[in-house]
């Protein structure tokens, strides 16, 4: 899987996915997609709100989960 820009295109509201922000990864989703000139809001599993996040990806599916 290829990092995906915040630039390009967003996940759905709500789906925990990887972002990326400076050298940090972390699990968290997009709580609100603001209007074009704004930065989308993202919270980490935390709680805590991440500013900076640049890419994203989906989660990978757990080894044996062929579901």
Not at 4 to 14: C, D, H, N
Request: charged share 30%; proline share 7%.
């Amino acid at each position: 899987m290829n990092w995906i820009s915040v630039k390009e295109r967003l996940p759905k509201l709500g789906e925990e996915v990887l972002i990326l922000r400076g050298k940090f990864i972390e699990i968290g989703n997009l709580s609100k997609e603001l209007d074009v000139n704004a930065d989308p809001e993202w919270f980490n599993r935390d709680g805590h709100w991440d500013l900076g996040v640049t890419h994203w990806m989906p989660l990978p599916i757990p080894e044996g989960d062929l579901s």
